[in-house]
């Protein structure tokens, strides 16, 4: 339970912030604490987690699987450029180990396509993620539902959760054509920004997940 002087704060559906360890409590009451004179929803990820995994998770746990599963579908990781040759050779060295650390160790096998036209995934690897996600509790599996919408990947958030990947380096492989444009063509400001915003979320998730199996 997390305690503030005290007293306990709610979800927004009036719920007390209870979560499954001391350390995920620890995250939460540590965004409190660090809050001003008034609350700044915006720096604070961890309680927003709990709510949702509070509120609403257990309410719709099916349909949360359902769109990790659709995230396998189409992931990130399984469409290689067309070109350039040294971008080809960097998503293959780094993007290839991690297709195969999922067929390996989940039973996630998917197939791999070449430019941006779609490749249809076996229909036993979503069935697999799926069994994945609903096989969570509701604190790790809100966990798993943000993580593969910031990383646009069931594989990379499902390595994040089990601890077989860092958020950070995930957050790297989730946009590392992005990264090679950036080399060739710079950065601005505000794209800037957007990354350094997306990699803290990807830290915290991090976090997230290990807090939970403390």
Same mark, same amino acid.
């Given at each position: 339970?997390? %305690?503030?002087?005290? @007293?306990?704060?709610?979800?927004?559906?009036? *719920?007390?912030?209870?979560?499954?360890?001391?350390?995920?409590?620890? %995250?939460?009451?540590?965004?409190?604490?660090? =809050?001003?004179?008034?609350?700044?929803?915006?720096?604070?990820?961890?309680?927003?987690?709990?709510?949702?995994?509070?509120?609403?998770?257990?309410?719709?746990?099916?349909?949360?699987?359902?769109?990790?599963?659709?995230?396998?579908?189409?992931? #990130?990781?399984?469409?290689?450029?067309?070109?350039?040759?040294?971008?080809?050779?960097? =998503?293959?060295?780094?993007?290839?180990?991690?297709?195969?650390?999922?067929?390996?160790?989940? #039973?996630? @096998?998917?197939?791999?396509?070449?430019?941006?036209?779609?490749?249809?995934?076996?229909?036993?690897?979503?069935?697999?993620?799926?069994?994945?996600?609903?096989?969570?509790?509701?604190?790790?599996?809100?966990?798993?539902?943000?993580?593969?919408?910031?990383? #646009?990947?069931? *594989?990379?958030?499902?390595?994040?959760?089990?601890?077989?990947?860092?958020?950070?380096?995930?957050?790297?492989?989730?946009?590392?054509?992005?990264?090679? =444009?950036?080399?060739?063509?710079?950065?601005?400001?505000?794209?800037?920004?957007?990354?350094?915003?997306?990699?803290?979320?990807?830290?915290?998730?991090? @976090?997230?997940?290990?807090?939970?199996?403390?």
């Amino acid at each position: 339970r997390v %305690l503030l002087d005290g @007293r306990s704060p709610k979800t927004p559906a009036g *719920v007390p912030l209870v979560l499954p360890t001391e350390a995920a409590a620890r %995250l939460v009451a540590d965004e409190w604490a660090a =809050q001003g004179e008034f609350l700044d929803p915006a720096t604070m990820p961890a309680t927003r987690l709990s709510a949702t995994a509070i509120d609403r998770i257990p309410l719709a746990r099916v349909e949360t699987a359902d769109e990790i599963a659709s995230y396998a579908g189409s992931d #990130g990781l399984c469409y290689f450029a067309d070109g350039p040759a040294s971008l080809i050779a960097r =998503q293959e060295a780094e993007w290839s180990p991690w297709l195969d650390w999922a067929e390996r160790d989940l #039973g996630v @096998r998917l197939n791999r396509a070449e430019g941006i036209a779609h490749v249809a995934q076996p229909p036993e690897s979503l069935a697999r993620v799926r069994e994945l996600a609903l096989g969570l509790d509701d604190f790790a599996l809100t966990g798993l539902a943000t993580a593969v919408g910031l990383f #646009g990947s069931a *594989v990379l958030a499902l390595a994040v959760q089990r601890g077989a990947l860092s958020g950070d380096a995930a957050y790297d492989l989730s946009r590392l054509e992005e990264a090679f =444009q950036e080399t060739r063509w710079g950065v601005d400001a505000e794209a800037a920004a957007r990354t350094a915003s997306r990699r803290a979320e990807a830290e915290l998730l991090d @976090r997230w997940f290990r807090a939970l199996a403390a």
